[in-house]
């Protein structure tokens, strides 16, 4: 089993920024890559971006230069992933989930909400 924690969500003003964080625990062994997810209300989960465990990221195509993920060197295991976003816009508003990846299935955590106001 794997555990996501999320963190760093909340409210911010377009045009603002916020940066949220992804600590896994658990058996993290053969986790292949880790993600960012989101699901704005009535909409389905979209993928925001991955990032692989030689770091290497892609991002959803609309997202490019605005969101960025990387991994906290502060820490030493390498489970700790954030996604920078910045020039924020309404249409962000969602609960944004972090996922890890292992060819036997996929791990959740369990979400944290970004608000984008006007």
């Known amino acids: 089993q794997v555990q996501l924690v999320e963190s760093g969500g909340g409210s911010v003003q377009a045009g603002g920024s916020l940066r949220l964080s992804c600590v896994a625990s658990?058996?993290?062994?053969?986790?292949?890559?880790m993600a960012w997810y989101r699901q704005a209300p009535g909409k389905q989960r979209e993928l925001v971006g991955t990032?692989?465990?030689?770091?290497?990221?892609?991002?959803?195509d609309s997202l490019k230069g605005r969101f960025t993920i990387s991994r906290d060197t502060r820490d030493h295991t390498k489970n700790t992933i954030d996604l920078q976003m910045n020039s924020l816009k309404v249409e962000d508003t969602a609960v944004y989930y972090c996922?890890?990846?292992?060819?036997?299935?996929?791990?959740w955590g369990q979400g944290t909400q970004v608000t984008v106001s006007s």
């Open positions: 990032i692989l465990t030689d770091d290497t990221t892609t991002y959803q």
């Open positions: 658990g058996v993290t062994a053969n986790v292949y890559a």
């Open positions: 996922n890890a990846k292992k060819i036997t299935g996929d791990y």
